[in-house]
T-cell receptor, first 113, second 115 residues
């Protein structure tokens, strides 16, 4: 039973570019959440998708956008990259419902030069 | 809003020592509480959870009890191993209001266990 998978593992971009990160949820899960983890910090919530809609959003600018597909997989897009966007981006999946635990992938390490 | 505060680290212990990592939270309503562990170069793994007051979560020798009166969820293990060296995160999930589905994390505690 595959867990949450993310691609790519690592990515290097330059300022001003755009990036797309991908996530496949754990089998049986229908909800995908994205988090940004800066070095030495706890993860910060970006947004959550369920039924192909953004259900909740954290304190991130509109440069961060996402999408969920009918097979529940998801993409995170970041436009006009800034140096401060360098971080580990984590995808978590869960079953929609009260207090369901979220299961994380290994993340995508994004470096901005 | 919701917040989680973990004890400042890093924590360095000898093998077989007793471990406590303190975690306190601020939240409205009745959140669920979690401990996640992150090994170097990896994502977060769910270690244990508790969904209501006085629940005790346990896994792999780790335990934590949901204390509503003290708004705490301290992580304990009676005898740590070198393989427990990792970063530990306390987190809450609030089922009510605008926080539904959003995990709020503490800053993490680095644990290093020496042989």
């Amino acid at each position: 039973d595959a867990g949450v998978t993310q691609s790519p593992t690592h990515l290097i971009k330059t300022r001003g570019q755009q990036v797309t990160l991908r996530c496949s949820p754990k089998s049986g899960h229908d909800t995908v959440s994205w988090y940004q983890q800066a070095l030495g910090q706890g993860p910060q919530f970006i947004f959550q998708y369920y039924e192909e809609e953004e259900r909740q959003r954290g304190n991130f600018p509109d440069r961060f956008s996402g999408h969920q597909f009918p097979n529940y997989s998801s993409e995170l897009n970041v436009n006009a990259l800034l140096l401060g966007d360098s971080a580990l981006y984590l995808c978590a999946s869960s079953v929609q419902g009260r207090n369901q635990p979220q299961h994380f992938g290994d993340g995508t390490r994004l470096s901005i030069l | 809003g919701d917040s989680v505060t973990q004890m400042e680290g890093p924590v360095t212990l000898s093998e077989e020592a007793f471990l406590t990592i303190n975690c306190t939270y601020t939240a409205t309503g009745y959140p669920s509480l979690f401990w996640y562990v992150q090994y170097p170069g990896e994502g977060l793994q769910l270690l244990l959870k508790a969904t209501k007051a006085d629940d005790k979560g346990s896994n792999k020798g780790f335990e934590a009890t949901y204390r509503k009166e003290t708004t705490s969820f301290h992580l304990e293990k009676g005898s740590v191993q070198v393989s427990d060296s990792a970063v530990y995160f306390c987190a809450l999930l609030n089922a009510g209001g605008t926080s539904y589905g959003k995990l709020t994390f503490g800053q993490g505690t680095i644990l290093t266990v020496h042989p």
